[in-house]
């Protein structure tokens, strides 16, 4: 077998292995428009292409028929490379957005690892759709009391802020009129961002067509932003988009 050969065949399952994991990062873990990696996203993403695309090079430069310690060679780099894969996969699967909590004015998109587990007494806190994350409200305490005990608890003993505490948690579904009541037209999105009235425009189309029966509301993800848009008659998440949902009133 010549050096081209062996780097081929080593190519070909690396190759099946790359396009199931991309099904699996960008159609489940991370659908749009969750696709804007933060720099640790960034960085597990750039470990599974680099090792994919060394594997192969290194067996062709270690190649050589009846090469004493060939086979043991071809295992290192076989395992070395599966462990750079893998380590990968494992940081997007553990990064992935799993919750995303409406508080104050926006969505905000976590990971299973920005929310203490234990806090979560109630399972449906944990059952998560196939693809994308679980759709939360977080609420603001109404008792005097009880909000100046959560202000006390985030200023000044270090306990995390309101989205990140299942306690004051509910389902989307069941807080859904009040997102709608402090959405904002897509229409304002539109006029307020001249450089995306394309893909406004397309988006609306998808829906029906009519601007008016759209709201929507920022959302952030890591260090990335986009629009949540949602139904204006009955609050149901429709769509996303990626474009600057900050608007000046």
């Keep these: 077998m010549s050096k081209s050969r ?22 489940i873990w991370y659908p749009y428009p969750f696709w804007q990696f933060g720099k640790s996203g960034k960085f597990a ?17 270690v190649y050589k028929k009846g090469k004493w310690g060939l086979v043991f060679d071809l295992w290192v780099i076989a395992l070395v490379q599966l462990v750079a894969v893998g380590w990968g996969t494992m940081s997007l699967y ?33 059952n998560k759709p196939f693809a994308g994350p679980l759709m939360l409200f977080a609420n603001m305490p109404q008792d005097p009391v009880a909000y100046q005990k959560l202000v006390r608890e985030v200023m000044f003993e270090g306990k995390p802020d309101l989205q990140f505490r299942p306690e004051f948690w509910s389902l989307y579904s069941e807080r859904k009129q009040y997102v709608l009541e402090k959405s904002r037209p897509l229409v304002d999105l539109r006029d ?8 406004i425009d ?23 932003q986009f629009a949540v848009i949602l139904d204006a008659r009955s609050g149901e998440v429709l769509d996303s988009l990626i474009v600057n949902p900050w608007l000046k009133d």
């Excluded at 909590?101 to 399972?123: G, N």
């Design 6 to 27: 062996a780097a081929l065949t080593h190519l070909k399952p690396i190759l099946l292995l790359i396009a199931v994991l991309a099904a699996l990062i960008f159609w």
């Design 94 to 126: 553990q990064n992935r957005p799993f919750f995303m909590v409406y508080t104050l004015d926006r969505f905000e998109v976590l990971s299973k690892r920005d929310v203490d587990l234990a806090w979560i007494t109630d399972p449906k806190f944990l």
């Design 192 to 199: 307020g961002r001249p450089d995306s009235i394309g893909a």
């Design 45 to 61: 993403l750039t470990l599974i292409l680099t090792a994919a695309c060394i594997g192969p090079a290194l067996t062709w430069v």
């Design 202 to 224: 397309k988006l609306v189309k998808n829906h029906g067509g009519d601007i008016n029966q759209l709201k929507f509301v920022p959302a952030l993800q890591s260090d990335a």
